[in-house]
């Protein structure tokens, strides 16, 4: 997409990827689009993501809070750490396969915790338009800013801004690979949150694991796209053989089956020790987005996981739980991501700033200190700055 022509680039990028119109139907939704939306939902769905909402709400609230401090290493001296708003935040929400509402949750809602002022969705329309769900989840979460792009172009156009979209100042969400890669190349521009591409699972079992649950875990995580890798690494060659059973049923069942059966064909895999040890290994290597832990004692597996986007301890604790707020966000690293970087969180939509103050006599306290290193390091103007106050204040 060339940064030239802007809204004439979207236009045709939609026309040709997602065989819609933006010229017609339009980029930008309009307010009565978001009314019309709730004729067309029930109150149960939207109750539903009221409560979701809520609860992201309440979970982000904890985690800023969390990050405040005040320290006094000495008398006189104050560091307070304090937290400023990116005052512009872009959310992509991906479409294709499925509309997802939810993901607006995950990333609005954090947003609008941490006081981020201008929150923007980009998603891709179909010929009839956004799904009025995801648009009552925008009305749900205030955010009025909502385009019908998606794909790299989507991103193009948050981070380099058109006619029509005012760029941001850094870019969230999952997609695609192209949406992840447009992510990636745009990152030396606009700031970006972690590369979240094709959804990942990884169950790590021991032989006493329920092979049904497995099985139907695998099975929904397969229904994301064709792209979607879900795997098993166990300590029982007997477990995995019934796993394989199992969703050979639960395929069968399955209402978007050909789907499922493809991804699960082209990338579902299976790892076999008798160590649990390797076990580990392997899933630290390979840094799943969801790691489930079925195992007799899954908090002490769990602590010796070092790289996952999110664990789920217990055959009680399915990834698709999750997807829906119980707080975390269910926007993840993928890729291998996980070994250095976290899921989307209120985090990522604050900068820390520490806010320092000296008395004379906390400058005192520290002057011998900076002095010497700053002398050490060849930076006598520091040092000269720092012993000119003291010997004035004394």
Do not use: W
């Amino acid at each position: 997409m060339s940064k030239k022509r802007g809204d004439l680039a979207l236009i045709d990028a939609a026309k040709r990827y997602d065989g819609v119109d933006l010229s017609q139907i339009g980029i930008r939704v309009e307010s009565e689009e978001f009314t019309e939306a709730y004729d067309k939902v029930t109150g149960r769905q939207v109750s539903a993501l009221e409560r979701a909402k809520g609860r992201i709400e309440e979970f982000s609230k904890i985690q800023l809070n969390g990050l405040k401090s005040i320290y006094k290493p000495f008398d006189g001296v104050e560091v307070r750490t304090t937290l400023k708003p990116v005052e512009s935040v872009g959310c992509y929400i991906p479409g294709g396969q499925a509309s997802y509402p939810s993901s607006v949750l995950m990333a609005a809602t954090p947003a609008s915790v941490a006081g981020v002022r201008r929150v923007v969705v980009c998603t891709p329309a179909s010929k009839d338009g956004l799904n009025p769900l995801l648009l009552v989840a925008c009305d749900i979460c205030r955010v009025r800013e909502v385009y019908k792009v998606g794909g790299a172009q989507a991103v193009a156009a948050l981070a380099y801004g058109t006619e029509s979209i005012q760029p941001v100042l850094k870019i969230v969400g999952a997609g695609n690979i192209y949406v992840t890669y447009a992510k990636m190349e745009v990152s030396r521009d606009v700031a970006v949150d972690m590369p979240a591409g094709p959804s990942e699972i990884l169950v790590l079992a021991d032989e006493g694991a329920d092979a049904r649950l497995i099985a139907l875990d695998l099975a929904a995580q397969a229904e994301h796209g064709a792209s979607s890798l879900c795997g098993l690494a166990t300590t029982s060659s007997t477990l995995l053989k019934a796993v394989e059973d199992e969703l050979g049923k639960v395929v069968g069942e399955a209402t978007r089956r050909e789907l499922v059966e493809h991804s699960l064909k082209a990338n579902g895999f299976a790892v076999v020790s008798e160590e649990v040890d390797e076990c580990i290994a392997f899933v630290n290597e390979f840094a799943p987005e969801h790691l489930e832990v079925f195992a007799a004692e899954p908090r002490s597996l769990a602590d010796k996981i070092t790289s996952a986007g999110l664990i789920l301890l217990g055959s009680s604790s399915p990834a698709a739980a999750t997807d829906y707020g119980v707080g975390p966000s269910h926007i993840l690293p993928t890729g291998g991501y996980a070994k250095a970087a976290s899921g989307l969180s209120v985090i990522d939509f604050v900068k820390i700033v520490n806010v320092v103050e000296f008395t004379p006599a906390g400058l005192k306290a520290v002057v011998d200190d900076v002095v010497t290193v700053a002398e050490v390091e060849g930076f006598y103007g520091h040092a000269r700055s720092v012993k000119e106050r003291v010997q004035r204040f004394a």
